[in-house]
């Protein structure tokens, strides 16, 4: 199993949360070795590096103002990723998530594909989690897939939702479903709302955990993650989410799916707006 690093600048800190993992590992069954720095210096050679540093929302935030503080963050830590772990695949969990993986492939100039950020993973996990709660069957036997940005624009293909292959759309009424998926959508806000200061933690650890395990392993599993696109669903140029196989090079291959008439022209307006969005934080950018 190869070893992990954790990296903070808050002295101490990662040290003390690798000896505690450590300490969990003969009670959940894992030897994986684990341990804290504080310098970046300690990622030098990684093959994997997960980018989970920067200022969370407060309530009332959208995902899209954390970009001024988060961005500086981004290019800092993605300059010495680049120069201490130059084959590395990088997965990006910080907001927002799709404008910041953008970012970061640039900073990085690595291969876009061995940049991803995590987005739809985690809502259609939420979106999982929801269904099986309602139907009383297990949420491994609901599948889901979420695209486009991820935020309030995010595209929910609804024939993917189902349960053990069954369309949901055959189980309960178009209404209630769309109840769930607005559910899932404002799921972030919900769980902000009600931690007040602090954010959601455990769905985007297993979000970003899937993919991990999926590089790692080669397994090329399928998963909705946020990946610059290169003309794939009509997108050139920016960091969007569509589905992927993962495996041990990044995204091995971005996936179509199908879409209604209102999915694709909800999904353009999408691209749109966040491409609208990036432009406006890169003029300012360069303003200063």
Same mark, same amino acid.
């Given at each position: 199993?190869?070893?992990?690093?954790?990296?903070?600048?808050? +002295?101490?800190?990662?040290?003390?949360?690798?000896?505690?993992?450590?300490?969990?590992?003969?009670?959940?069954?894992?030897?994986?070795?684990?341990?804290?720095?504080?310098?970046?210096?300690?990622?030098?050679?990684?093959?994997?590096?997960?980018?989970?540093?920067?200022?969370?929302?407060?309530?009332?935030?959208?995902?899209?103002?954390?970009?001024?503080?988060?961005?500086?963050?981004?290019?800092?830590?993605?300059?010495?990723?680049?120069?201490?772990?130059?084959?590395?695949?990088?997965?990006?969990?910080?907001?927002?998530?799709?404008?910041?993986? #953008?970012?970061?492939?640039?900073?990085?100039?690595?291969?876009?594909?061995?940049?991803?950020?995590?987005?739809?993973?985690?809502?259609?996990?939420?979106?999982?989690?929801?269904?099986?709660?309602?139907?009383?069957?297990?949420?491994?036997?609901? #599948?889901?897939?979420?695209?486009?940005?991820?935020?309030?624009?995010?595209?929910?293909?609804?024939?993917?939702?189902?349960?053990?292959?069954?369309?949901?759309?055959?189980?309960?009424?178009? =209404?209630?479903?769309?109840?769930?998926? +607005?559910?899932?959508? #404002?799921?972030?806000?919900?769980?902000?709302?009600?931690? =007040?200061?602090?954010?959601?933690?455990?769905?985007?650890?297993?979000?970003?955990?899937?993919?991990?395990?999926?590089?790692?392993?080669?397994?090329?599993?399928?998963?909705?993650?946020?990946?610059?696109?290169?003309?794939?669903?009509?997108?050139?140029?920016?960091?969007?989410?569509?589905?992927?196989?993962?495996?041990?090079?990044?995204?091995?291959?971005?996936?179509?799916?199908?879409?209604?008439?209102? +999915?694709?022209?909800?999904?353009?307006?999408?691209?749109?707006?966040?491409?609208?969005?990036?432009?406006?934080?890169?003029?300012?950018?360069?303003?200063?």
């Amino acid at each position: 199993t190869a070893p992990v690093t954790l990296v903070d600048v808050k +002295e101490g800190m990662t040290t003390g949360k690798a000896l505690d993992l450590m300490e969990a590992g003969p009670l959940r069954g894992y030897d994986t070795h684990i341990t804290g720095a504080d310098s970046i210096e300690a990622i030098s050679g990684s093959d994997l590096v997960v980018i989970a540093a920067g200022r969370v929302r407060q309530p009332g935030e959208r995902r899209a103002d954390l970009y001024a503080d988060n961005s500086a963050t981004i290019r800092a830590i993605c300059r010495d990723v680049k120069r201490l772990a130059p084959g590395a695949v990088v997965i990006n969990l910080v907001e927002p998530v799709d404008l910041l993986t #953008t970012l970061a492939q640039r900073v990085l100039e690595f291969d876009r594909r061995r940049v991803l950020g995590i987005g739809g993973l985690l809502t259609s996990t939420r979106l999982r989690y929801l269904v099986s709660d309602l139907l009383g069957v297990s949420p491994r036997e609901v #599948t889901a897939v979420v695209v486009g940005p991820h935020d309030a624009n995010m595209v929910f293909l609804k024939d993917t939702i189902r349960v053990s292959g069954i369309p949901v759309r055959k189980l309960i009424p178009e =209404q209630q479903l769309d109840e769930l998926v +607005e559910e899932a959508r #404002t799921a972030g806000d919900a769980i902000l709302s009600l931690a =007040q200061r602090s954010t959601s933690y455990y769905g985007p650890s297993a979000a970003a955990a899937a993919v991990v395990e999926a590089v790692a392993r080669d397994t090329r599993a399928t998963l909705p993650v946020s990946v610059v696109c290169a003309g794939e669903y009509g997108v050139d140029d920016l960091a969007i989410g569509v589905l992927a196989r993962i495996g041990i090079c990044g995204v091995r291959e971005i996936l179509p799916v199908g879409m209604s008439e209102a +999915e694709a022209e909800a999904f353009r307006t999408a691209v749109a707006e966040l491409r609208g969005t990036w432009d406006q934080f890169n003029r300012r950018e360069s303003e200063n």
